[in-house]
């Protein structure tokens, strides 16, 4: 499989004085889906800014492979004074899709993720959980060789998660490569081809379920119970 994303962050943080991140290598291929997980403030989201090239105080090296990507925040954000479909046209130009191809993609997708009765309203004016799934409309409306998502589980209703997660099969089938930032492990379990843990700012295990579980000797325990021990065993 083509690499996508090779991440070689020596550092990482916000501040010359406050490294976060030490010495955290990602890669992703396409047609997988790698999880990153951690407990809150483990320095998840400070990769994600590194790999985007967010981070205000950083060394190392990202390499993108020539590849398009997408990137889903934690936090939704919209201009205020464009309706939803505006934000769509919007994607679509930047992206250069042709409008027939456009209008299909972008009306499935409303359809899909059940926001196609407020295509001509505010998003701002949306709750939460309708923001989050604009917000994947957005990212699937471009089919990029990558996606890049931040906690893409929040203010989603089992019925959008299920949609939202058949999506992501989806794409990995087209071959698309997915960096998810997460901490809900049930569904990263299931939907993972391999994983990323972070403590303290560096990892401190990587590779399949069956992997993590042969490092934490927990042979065919869940992956929360790994990442539960493995935490524990840093502590201790």
Known sequence: MRMLLEA???????TSRKKVLTDVLLEVREGELVGLIGANGAGKSTAIKAILGLSQDFKGTIAWNDCSFAYIPEHPSFYEELTLWEHLDLISTLHGIGQSEFEYRAQSLLETFSLD???????????KGMQQKLMLIQAFLSKPDMYVIDEPFIGLDPISTKRFVDMLKAEKD?????????????????ICDRFYMIDKGSLFLQGTLKD????TG???????????????????
Do not use: N, W
């Not at 070689?8 to 916000?14: F, N």
């Open 174 to 190: 087209r071959g698309a490569g997915i960096l998810m930032c997460t901490h809900v492990l049930d569904t990263a379990e299931k």
């Open 212 to 215: 993590i579980q042969e490092q």
């Open 218 to 236: 927990l042979d065919g325990q869940s992956l929360l119970d790994c990442f539960y021990t493995a935490i524990q065993g840093e502590k201790a």
């Open 117 to 127: 009765h407020v295509m001509h309203e505010l998003p701002v004016t949306f709750s």
């Open 8 to 14: 070689s962050i020596e550092q990482a943080g916000y």
